[in-house]
C-alpha cells in the first residue's frame, strides 16, 4: 500500500475497537448504575450479563428481566438513566486525530471495521460521532455476545471476505466499554 507503514504489508482491512481508540466518552456519567440499584440482587446480576448482549433500549429492561417494581420507583430509575444517557451520548467525541487516520486509510482502499461490547443505548451516539459508515461493526448488543477480539477477528474477516491475518486490529487494553 503506497504512503502506508511496511506494517500495513497484506493488510486489507482495519478493525477499530470503538471505544477508546476511535471514540471516547468525554464525561462518564455511569448511565445504568439508577437501574442496577433499583433492581433486586439476582436481577442486578442477570442485568450484568445482558446489557451489553441483547439489543433493547434502557426503558425494556425492567420488563426483559420479568421485574416487579413499584411504578414510582422504576419511574425514577428510568428517569435517571435517561439523564445520564443523554449527558454521555452527547460527550461521545471523534479522539483526536482519528478521522484523519480513518480517512487516510480509507482513501489507501482499506475495509474499515468496527467491534465493541457496548449496550444498545450507545450505538446511535456513537455512528453520528464517525466519519462515515464503517464497512463491518460487530457490535456486542448486534450480534449477541461479548464483542472480544477473538470473537470479532472471525466474524469480520468473514464478513468481509477477508483472511483473519489479512485484519488490523486497533484495540485499548481490555476493559468493557459503555
Request: hydrophobic share 45%; aromatic share 6%.
Amino acid at each position: 500500500m503506497t504512503g502506508l507503514p511496511p506494517i500495513f504489508d497484506g493488510i486489507e482491512a482495519v478493525c477499530f475497537d470503538a471505544f477508546g481508540t476511535l471514540v471516547e466518552i468525554t464525561n462518564r456519567q455511569q448511565t445504568f448504575v439508577p437501574l442496577f440499584r433499583a433492581l433486586p440482587s439476582e436481577k442486578r446480576r442477570e442485568l450484568k450479563h445482558r446489557l451489553m448482549r441483547e439489543d433493547r433500549p434502557f426503558t425494556d429492561w425492567p420488563r426483559a428481566l420479568v421485574v416487579e417494581m413499584d411504578s414510582y420507583a422504576l419511574a425514577y430509575a428510568l428517569l435517571e438513566v435517561l439523564e445520564r444517557s443523554i449527558i454521555e451520548g452527547q460527550s461521545i467525541a471523534l479522539r483526536p486525530g482519528m478521522a484523519e487516520n480513518w480517512t487516510r486509510l480509507r482513501s489507501k482502499g482499506l475495509r474499515l471495521a468496527l467491534c465493541s461490547n457496548l449496550a444498545s443505548d450507545y450505538v446511535a451516539a456513537m455512528r453520528r460521532q464517525l466519519p462515515d459508515t464503517p464497512d463491518v461493526e460487530v457490535l456486542s448488543c448486534k450480534v449477541g455476545g461479548r464483542a472480544d477480539l477473538m470473537a470479532a477477528r472471525g466474524q469480520e474477516s468473514s464478513i468481509l471476505h477477508v483472511a483473519p491475518t489479512a485484519v488490523f486490529h486497533v484495540v485499548m487494553k481490555e476493559r468493557s466499554d459503555t
